[in-house]
């Protein structure tokens, strides 16, 4: 099939890479023009494992294409997928504008069997006036919901593996189309109403966030009343009710996804007569966390911030990605330098220019009262704890992330601050 990607960021990278490798032939369409250059080359301008090696491939097959232009990126296209930002708005509400303005430019530059696939998050109710800007544009290409659920660092995986292909449209035979282009992956396939559709996504993101916060605050009773969160959270993952996954405690979630969907979600709610009170709580205690890590650290460094330094591991969101929008490692950051610390942090694949970059952890040290971890690094695990004794100036490690082994930080002669594990 011939596919139009509007949008060459993480989603519509890792989507246009993955549907070439599924045989489709794809033109992916993006405005600024260095990405589009990068990409030509053969550079790939995100951290994603294995979509440098995924995307050279279907480059070198010649399946895909890059284009500054929309409207040369949909010449002859089949289907036309919006990978688009939609950004938190200053009331909460998302941003449609990107996508309202790609709608308009290219419905009528598109055959009347066109189907516009909306991948984008987007609000309940969007693609009903999608349509409806399309017929009001004298368009009679069709448009559906899929939602996307890629989790950066596994994005490529997850999209070779999917646990479901997610379809909404009104017409069957417009969904069964889309779902047809995923023929080769052997996963489940949903298919609803565009509205249900739109809604499944920002469900999954708002639940995955509270179970996150809800760990996060059972880590901080764990804390207070002496048991060990780690244990606490085997068992209960245990539970085939539950599950283990999203159930590890950290700084509170971040990234493109939870923090705008959790609050769109909110005004979604609220439009409709609404109050997600439930989901308000989740983001205060969220946003409570961080400020407990930041009290941690205070008190790791004697009682006060000013004149400190703070070495920070990890300023990317997650680990497995260079993102660090809404990453709560960058906003503890903000924190403890507002309180007069200075924050010197390294990061694999990441960096930032608010903070000082070392070029390894043990530079990250250097100096350091407090070495904070804050990003859950799988390397950050081998780092020779004895040469980050000799570098600090501190003796204490607070470790977000539970990530380090507290038996060989003792052993370097260093003090380790675990989360919700006061015996260790």
Known sequence: MNVAIIGAGYVGLVTGAGLASLGHMIRLGEANAERVELLQTGGVPIYEEGLEELLGESISSGRVSFHQSNVEAVEGAEFVFLCLPTPEGEDGRADLRFINSVIDELANEVSSDAIFVIKSTVPPGTVAALRKRLADNGSQARVVAHPEFLREGRAVSDFLNPDRIVVGAWDEAEAQAVAGLYSDLDTHVVVTDPTSAEMIKYASNAYLATRLTFVNALANVCEAIG???????????????????????????????????????????????????????????????????????????????????????????????????????VRIAALLQAEGAEVVAYDPEASIETLTMATDPVAAAADAD???????????????????????????????????????VRAAGLDYWGFGRPGV
Not at 318 to 326: C, M, W
């Open 227 to 329: 048991a060990d969160v780690l244990d606490v959270v085997d068992g209960l993952g245990r539970d085939h009710r539950i599950g283990p996954h999203f159930l590890q405690p950290g700084p509170g979630y971040g990234g493109s996804c939870f923090p705008k969907d959790t609050a769109a979600l909110i005004a979604v709610a609220e439009d409709a007569g609404y109050d997600f009170e439930l989901l308000r709580a989740v983001i205060h205690a969220d946003e409570e966390q961080r400020r407990r890590v930041t009290e941690k650290v205070r008190q790791a460094a004697g009682g006060g911030l000013k004149g400190r330094r703070v070495g920070m591991w990890g300023i990317a969101f997650k680990a497995g990605t260079d993102d660090v929008r809404e990453s709560p490692a």
């Open 370 to 408: 407090v070495l904070l971890i804050a990003t859950e690094w799988p390397e950050f695990k081998t780092v020779e704890m004895g040469r980050v004794a000799d570098v600090m100036r501190g003796y204490r490690v607070v470790d977000t992330r539970n990530l380090l082994d507290p038996k060989e």
